[in-house]
């Protein structure tokens, strides 16, 4: 079956811009995570949906980022006001969370390059 | 707050050897998992072995075996009879058992194959 997968594969915007990423998780996969992998880093988790609510948003760095997940499916993770310090790549990860250990399947992500 | 470390950021090993990967954490908790992921090129984080800390006997996953110290909070990857493959950034990463699940990476490690 298909894996997760996010869109765009790159993303190349301006200082001040805003942006959107776009995660679709595998079908059937109810909790949804995001997370950051700076440049020689390992990947830093920013936010955690059930469903369709945020239920641990707590590594969001500040008020520039925003994720959403509407309809418990496709989440789109938002930047406002750019800066260059955000660029990364940005990871979506979904898992079923219905047993007792749920694997979370990563996306490919979306490098993020601010100029 | 968990912290995992990755203390070796670059790894070789000639072709058809054994290596191993260091890992040391920091937690609080009694009860979690640990786990190995690869990352090739393609930046999509490929999960290669898993640890629940309440059981004694280490993973084991075909060439891919660990050695848990949970004492030590030490949790080493060794892979035998490397292959071409295996190259790529290996991360290893720790999960609570309750709350959001998610994960806390180590800095990486870069392994080459030399053949």
């Known amino acids: 079956g298909a894996g997760v997968s996010q869109t765009p594969s790159n993303k190349v915007t301006e200082k001040g811009k805003y942006v959107e990423l776009r995660c679709d998780p595998i079908s059937g996969h109810t909790a949804l995570y995001w997370y950051r992998q700076s440049l020689g880093q390992g990947p830093e988790f920013l936010i955690y949906?059930?469903?369709?609510?945020?239920?641990?948003d707590s590594g969001l760095p500040n008020d520039r980022f925003f994720a959403v997940r509407p309809e418990g499916s496709v989440s789109t993770l938002k930047i406002q006001r750019t800066e260059r310090g955000d660029s990364a790549v940005y990871l979506c990860?979904?898992?079923?969370?219905?047993?007792?250990?749920?694997?979370?399947?990563f996306g490919p992500g979306t490098r993020l390059t601010v100029l | 707050a968990q912290t995992v470390t990755q203390s070796q950021p670059e790894m070789s090993v000639q072709e058809a050897e054994t290596v191993t990967l260091s890992c040391t954490y920091d937690?609080?908790?009694?009860?979690?998992?640990l786990f190995w992921y690869k990352q090739p090129p393609s930046r999509q984080m490929i999960l290669v072995i898993r640890?629940?800390?309440?059981?004694?006997q280490n993973a084991t996953e075909n060439r891919f075996s660990v050695n848990f110290q949970k004492a030590a909070k030490s949790f080493s990857l060794k892979i035998s009879d490397s292959q071409l493959g295996d190259a790529a950034m290996y991360f290893c990463?720790?999960?609570?058992?309750?709350?959001?699940?998610?994960?806390?990476f180590g800095t990486g490690t870069r392994l080459t194959i030399i053949p």
């Open positions: 990463a720790y999960r609570s058992v309750s709350g959001n699940e998610k994960l806390t």
């Open positions: 937690t609080s908790e009694s009860d979690y998992y």
């Open positions: 949906f059930q469903g369709t609510g945020a239920a641990d």
């Open positions: 640890q629940e800390a309440y059981k004694q």
């Open positions: 990860a979904s898992s079923r969370k219905q047993v007792a250990y749920n694997e979370q399947f």
